[in-house]
């Protein structure tokens, strides 16, 4: 390269940073100001030379609106043909759907934003906040073809942001369009944006996030700039909104802040001075860091704000949560505790439920009544408070309050067993603890069924030295083992139907959550009922923590059996090589619509195929760069083949591999998010190759024509099962490629 040519390369950059749009790197010589990325001189290369994409409308502006149009067919056609509700249309489109039209508190494994979308596609057009069955047929006056096409809005996103990210990483213009048509041409990104599921805005928000870091990229020479301040703050908007759909989400919040590590780096190995450092750094933890976290959080404050009503999922919340919501059982009862009332003890450990007590004995050790942690509501989680020593008349005599310091008995209502500990036996799951169980009668005099009340924060106003209804928190200390009652999640096996352990811990531990307890409900005819919401006091923060680790217990639980064969699972490993697709309706008779999530094999295997060359490309280009081969690279090359490459393939990478650290059940459209930047990634493949191999537009666009034709024609071929089949499955058993797929016949079913 000479040095006319360089004087036009920094002319043409400082033209790009003055007209606020994609920005060249500049050569700067000795001694002038910092630029984070300079220039190298390449060796010569018989390879086209590398240029940054310019906007042309009449080009890529009718360019994006054809893919646009083109898939908006695919995800539209026949959408409203079946009105059965469908795989899990019957969560996001049925129940909780209803339960935020109807405000009713429910608990969920995912985030909230993508669910309240489609409540509000559904309020527009339903209108009702009625409650449907989960499955069969949608009712006749249902709008269900309205929400399908709103979901159905973010499928169609997916193409022209695929180009648009395409030109942002500035492949040659052939090479966007084909990302755009591979988009379209799969049948699976397909199919899973025609249903009211989450997929389609997880996948559309994730396109979003790479479209917008690449354009951050094409911006960076010219920092803090209008469009370098545009295209953060979008990266960091789009990483809000994906996080707050589901959290496979995070994945892409990884990928930007791994970019984000290696430019910093980048910066302070070029010794970037301190001042233009801290300006860089705050810019992007501003818009990286405290936006999306703003937006994530932003999403659950509109969730308690809609959800205002008692429903199926105050279980999962702390009892002072609870009584605060419209129609809550615990909204109105006696406030202070008296000896004779009736409890309900709830653990401020999460998960770990109520304390709970059946007459189910303990299989080995002393072999007496279980006691454990139940999470719902049930007439076997009342126990009643007594004193010990001389007993009263609970119905006539004065009423007499818990107090700290107070020694007390508690009785199962149910059975009449005392809340017992001893240290004969250990726990049965917590060996370090000792076993707790329900023993003995309330006349008899025994020590081990006597526990001291430990008053550890009083919530409420009134801190008298009482124990009150929700707002005291307490531990409950054994009298003769000096051991506290305690509740730490920790599941029982079948024996104790899968319920948490209560279990004596002897870890004298006054703060853990598992050893703090509080009285959820106070029933007691001789103490008149308050209304609890003008007592409690709740946080936002708090109950945002405290949702945020129940779902992920509830992720955690997601635990597939290894005993049983089940057609809608599959393993990681299977994924790329489109091993065990999936049936997305239970019932596969003739004359039912059928729709089958299977991708285009010929998009999924080549995008497989890119993703497992593109690090051995890189290892080969490096050795061969290391051992002086001339012509490794064209100008600017090498720094193209990284900077799109680690977007692509670390997304891709990112996406897939932490599926295989995971032990909840996996589904193949858990893979979705991988393939759209697989697909982007072979896009870039047959760029990357064309460019080295010299091809001029002409060879170039007839190598995209011929992988498109193939695409699309692999896409045709398997639309019956996309667009939904009506006839008998056996008419397409030629369609069945490999002897894994269920698609006539499923040879593993028993």
Same mark, same amino acid.
């Given at each position: 390269m000479n040095s006319r040519e360089d004087s036009a390369r920094q002319h043409a950059a400082k033209r790009d940073c003055a007209a606020d749009s994609q920005a060249a790197p500049k050569q700067q010589p000795t001694g002038s100001k910092f630029v984070a990325y300079p220039l190298r001189r390449e060796p010569v290369s018989t390879s086209v030379p590398y240029q940054r994409n310019r906007w042309n409308s009449s080009v890529d502006g009718w360019l994006v609106l054809l893919l646009t149009v083109i898939c908006a067919f695919t995800r539209l056609y026949q959408i409203?043909?079946?009105?059965?509700?469908?795989?899990?249309?019957?969560?996001?489109?049925?129940?909780?759907?209803?339960?935020?039209l109807n405000h009713s508190y429910h608990h969920d494994v995912h985030p909230p934003l993508a669910k309240l979308l489609i409540s509000f596609s559904r309020f527009v057009a339903d209108g009702s906040n009625r409650t449907m069955e989960p499955k069969g047929n949608y009712p006749?006056?249902?709008n269900y073809t309205f929400t399908r096409c709103f979901t159905a809005l973010f499928g169609i996103g997916l193409a022209p942001l695929a180009y648009l990210t395409c030109f942002h990483l500035n492949m040659q213009r052939q090479a966007c369009f084909l990302a755009g048509l591979l988009v379209i041409a799969d049948n699976a990104l397909c199919v899973m944006s025609r249903f009211v599921l989450l997929d389609a805005p997880l996948?559309?928000?994730?396109?979003?996030?790479?479209?917008?870091?690449?354009?951050?990229?094409?911006?960076? *020479?010219?920092?803090?700039?209008?469009?370098?301040?545009?295209?953060?703050?979008?990266?960091?908007?789009?990483?809000?909104?994906?996080?707050?759909s589901k959290w496979v989400g995070f994945f892409a919040v990884a990928l930007v802040g791994l970019y984000t590590m290696e430019e910093l780096l980048n910066m302070y190995a070029d010794f970037m001075p301190a001042s233009t450092a801290i300006k860089h750094f705050g810019a992007r933890v501003a818009a990286l860091i405290i936006l999306p976290i703003a937006i994530y959080m932003a999403s659950f404050a509109v969730h308690f704000a809609v959800l205002s009503h008692s429903g199926p999922g105050d279980a999962t919340m702390p009892p002072a949560f609870q009584a605060r919501l419209y129609g809550s059982k615990l909204s109105y009862q006696p406030f202070t505790v008296m000896y004779g009332s009736l409890l309900d003890l709830r653990s401020m450990h999460p998960g770990s439920g109520l304390l709970h007590s059946h007459p189910h004995k303990y299989p080995d050790g002393s072999q007496q009544q279980q006691v454990t942690g139940y999470s719902h509501s049930d007439s076997n989680n009342n126990w009643v408070i007594m004193r010990t020593g001389n007993e009263l008349n609970y119905t006539s005599d004065p009423l007499l309050p818990v107090k700290d310091g107070d020694t007390v008995r508690l009785m199962h209502k149910r059975t009449s067993a005392m809340l017992h500990s001893h240290r004969n036996y250990k726990a049965h799951v917590s060996t370090h603890d000792y076993e707790v169980t329900a023993y003995g009668k309330p006349e008899w005099n025994d020590t081990n069924n006597e526990w001291r009340i430990e008053i550890h924060k009083e919530e409420s106003s009134v801190a008298n030295g009482e124990v009150h209804a929700i707002t005291t928190q307490f531990r409950l200390r054994h009298a003769t083992t000096n051991c506290l009652l305690s509740a730490a999640g920790v599941k029982l096996p079948p024996w104790g139907f899968r319920q948490t352990e209560v279990s004596c811990s002897r870890s004298q531990s006054p703060r853990s959550a598992a050893n703090l307890w509080v009285v959820e409900r106070h029933a007691n005819p001789r103490v008149p009922s308050v209304d609890m919401r003008s007592i409690v006091k709740t946080s936002f923060i708090s109950n945002f923590l405290r949702l945020n680790m129940e779902m992920a217990r509830s992720n955690n639980a997601l635990i597939p059996d290894r005993d049983k064969y089940n057609?809608?699972?599959?393993?990681?490993?299977?994924?790329?090589?489109?091993?065990?697709?999936?049936?997305?309706?239970?019932?596969?008779?003739?004359?039912?619509?059928?729709?089958?999530?299977?991708?285009?094999?010929?998009?999924?295997?080549?995008?497989?195929?890119?993703?497992?060359?593109?690090?051995?490309?890189?290892?080969?280009?490096h050795v061969r760069q290391a051992r002086g081969v001339p012509g490794v690279w064209a100008p600017g090359e090498e720094r193209h083949f990284w900077n799109a490459g680690k977007l692509l393939w670390g997304g891709w990478m990112l996406h897939y591999l932490p599926f295989f650290a995971m032990g909840r059940v996996t589904y193949i459209h858990h893979y979705l998010p991988a393939l759209y930047f697989a697909v982007l990634l072979l896009a870039f493949e047959v760029d990357h190759f064309c460019r080295r191999l010299a091809l001029g537009e002409r060879p170039r666009t007839v190598v995209v024509a011929m992988c498109a034709v193939c695409m699309l024609?692999?896409?045709?071929?398997?639309?019956?099962?996309?667009?939904?089949?009506?006839?008998?499955?056996?008419?397409?058993? *030629?369609?069945?490629?490999?002897?894994?797929?269920?698609?006539?016949?499923d040879k593993y079913s028993m």
């Open positions: 409203g043909l079946s009105n059965r509700v469908s795989w899990d249309e019957s969560y996001f489109n049925v129940r909780f759907s209803g339960m935020y006749p006056d249902f996948l559309f928000f994730t396109a979003a996030a790479l479209c917008s870091i690449a354009g951050f990229q094409n911006t960076r *020479h010219c920092a803090f700039s209008p469009a370098w301040w545009r295209w953060l703050l979008l990266t960091g908007a789009a990483l809000g909104l994906v996080s707050s057609h809608l699972e599959s393993d990681p490993w299977s994924w790329p090589f489109l091993i065990y697709p999936m049936r997305l309706l239970g019932s596969w008779k003739k004359g039912d619509i059928k729709y089958y999530e299977v991708g285009n094999p010929l998009i999924w295997w080549s995008s497989a195929l890119m993703c497992l060359l593109y690090p051995l490309q890189l290892a080969y280009y024609a692999g896409f045709c071929w398997f639309a019956p099962l996309t667009f939904g089949y009506t006839g008998s499955m056996n008419d397409l058993k *030629h369609r069945q490629w490999l002897p894994t797929w269920n698609i006539y016949r």
